[in-house]
């Protein structure tokens, strides 16, 4: 084996030890909501940190939204039937949303440490 080789070798070897030790967070967890109904499926959602949640609209034709009504709350874009919308929790906390267009419909995520 040439020194090079070899140099080479122990690179490649290095990197997936690096590789290996990285968090597997962005990818690890994700939790579904199913909206149905006008109601969000589960309602009360606990996950713990670094999770991502996706809501899918699993109506026939209404479209939905997430508005999340907390302190520095925000609006998801329109949800259509078939379609889905994530969002990435990496702070615990409590994250209540209803729906843009239909104020009846509530849930709430858990972010737990
Ligand atoms: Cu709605």
Same mark, same amino acid.
């Given at each position: 084996?040439?020194?090079?080789?070899? !140099?080479?070798?122990?690179?490649?070897?290095?990197? !997936?030890?690096? !590789? %290996?030790?990285?968090? !597997?967070? %962005? *990818?690890?967890?994700?939790?579904?909501?199913?909206?149905?109904?006008?109601?969000?499926?589960?309602?009360?959602?606990?996950?713990?940190?670094?999770?991502?949640?996706?809501?899918?609209?699993?109506?026939?034709?209404?479209?939905? @939204?997430?508005?999340?009504?907390?302190?520095?709350?925000?609006? @998801?874009?329109?949800?259509?039937?078939?379609?889905?919308?994530?969002?990435?929790?990496?702070?615990?906390?409590?994250?209540?949303?209803? *729906?843009?267009?239909?104020?009846?419909?509530?849930?709430?995520?858990?972010?737990?440490?």
């Amino acid at each position: 084996m040439s020194p090079d080789h070899e !140099l080479r070798t122990r690179l490649a070897g290095g990197l !997936l030890a690096l !590789l %290996a030790s990285l968090p !597997l967070q %962005a *990818c690890a967890d994700t939790a579904e909501i199913m909206i149905r109904d006008y109601k969000y499926q589960p309602a009360e959602l606990t996950v713990p940190v670094g999770t991502t949640v996706k809501w899918i609209n699993d109506e026939k034709r209404v479209s939905h @939204s997430i508005l999340f009504t907390g302190p520095d709350g925000f609006e @998801s874009e329109r949800i259509f039937p078939g379609e889905s919308w994530e969002r990435h929790f990496d702070r615990p906390g409590s994250y209540p949303f209803s *729906c843009g267009p239909h104020p009846e419909m509530h849930g709430v995520i858990t972010v737990s440490e």
